[in-house]
T-cell receptor, first 113, second 115 residues
C-alpha cells in the first residue's frame, strides 16, 4: 500500500532561519504529492502540490520538488516568519483512488521572534 | 463563502453513547471524506463517498458508519462510542471533474472525547 514518511517534530526555528522538512513516500503507482498546512484551531489547507517528476510546487515562499528517483518531496523555505508556525503534512493521492489522501504524521513548526 | 462546515465543533461522550457528526459542503463537490487525526499518526481515512447515495470504507472504518443521502451532506455515526475513538475528526470534499493534483477542502474539525 501507499505510505508517507515525514520528518519527526517538533521543529523550533528563529525568525529568518532556513526551513527543511523531509518527506519520502511509497506508492504503487504515480502519485500526486501535496503539502498541507494546519494553523492552530483550523482545518487543513493546501500549501502546494506537484503532479509529475521534477515539478516544483511553490506558494508563500515555500517550495517542494517532486523527486521520483529518491521518492521525496521535501518542503523548504529560505526565511521563515512567526506566522509560519503551524503543523505541516506531506500527503499523496493516486489516480483512480477517488482522490483519497495518504498523510504523513505531521511536523509541528514553531518560529520564534 | 462557507466551504466545508462541520457540526459540532466539540463533544464529550460517555462510553457506549451514540452520536452523529454532520458535514456540509456548498461547493457542489462529488467526493467527500471523513478522516481522524491522532497525535503522531497524521490523518487516516475512515470512510468516503464518490457521490450521493454511495459510501466506501477507508483505512480505519471499524466502529463508524456513514451516510450520503444528499450530495452536500456526509454524516459520520458512532453507534457505541469507545475511548479509542477519542480524536479530532475532519471532513473534506473534492471535485471529481478535474485533473491530477486536485486539492481537497477541509472543515475545521470536531474534537471528540469519549470518557
Amino acid at each position: 500500500g501507499n505510505s508517507v514518511t515525514q520528518m519527526e517534530g517538533p521543529v523550533t526555528l528563529s525568525e529568518e532561519a532556513f526551513l527543511t522538512i523531509n518527506c519520502t513516500y511509497t506508492a504503487t503507482g504515480y502519485p500526486s504529492l501535496f503539502w498541507y498546512v494546519q494553523y492552530p484551531g483550523e482545518g487543513l489547507q493546501l500549501l502546494l502540490k506537484a503532479t509529475k517528476a521534477d515539478d516544483k510546487g511553490s506558494n508563500k515562499g515555500f517550495e517542494a520538488t517532486y523527486r521520483k528517483e529518491t521518492t521525496s518531496f521535501h518542503l523548504e523555505k529560505g526565511s521563515v516568519q512567526v506566522s509560519d508556525s503551524a503543523v505541516y503534512f506531506c500527503a499523496l493521492s493516486e489516480t483512480g483512488s477517488a482522490r483519497q489522501l495518504t498523510f504523513g504524521s505531521g511536523t509541528q513548526l514553531t518560529v520564534l521572534p | 463563502n462557507a466551504g466545508v462546515t462541520q457540526t459540532p465543533k466539540f463533544r464529550v461522550l460517555k462510553t457506549g453513547q451514540s452520536m452523529t457528526l454532520l458535514c456540509a459542503q456548498d461547493m457542489n463537490h462529488e467526493y467527500m471524506y471523513w478522516y481522524r487525526q491522532d497525535p503522531g499518526m497524521g490523518l487516516r481515512l475512515i470512510h468516503y463517498s464518490v457521490g450521493e447515495g454511495t459510501t466506501a470504507k477507508g483505512e480505519v472504518p471499524d466502529g463508524y458508519n456513514v451516510s450520503r443521502l444528499k450530495k452536500q451532506n456526509f454524516l459520520l455515526g458512532l453507534e457505541s462510542a469507545a475511548p479509542s475513538q477519542t480524536s479530532v475528526y475532519f471532513c473534506a470534499s473534492s471535485p471529481s471533474d478535474r485533473g491530477l493534483g486536485t486539492e481537497a477542502f477541509f472543515g475545521q474539525g470536531t474534537r471528540l472525547t469519549v470518557v
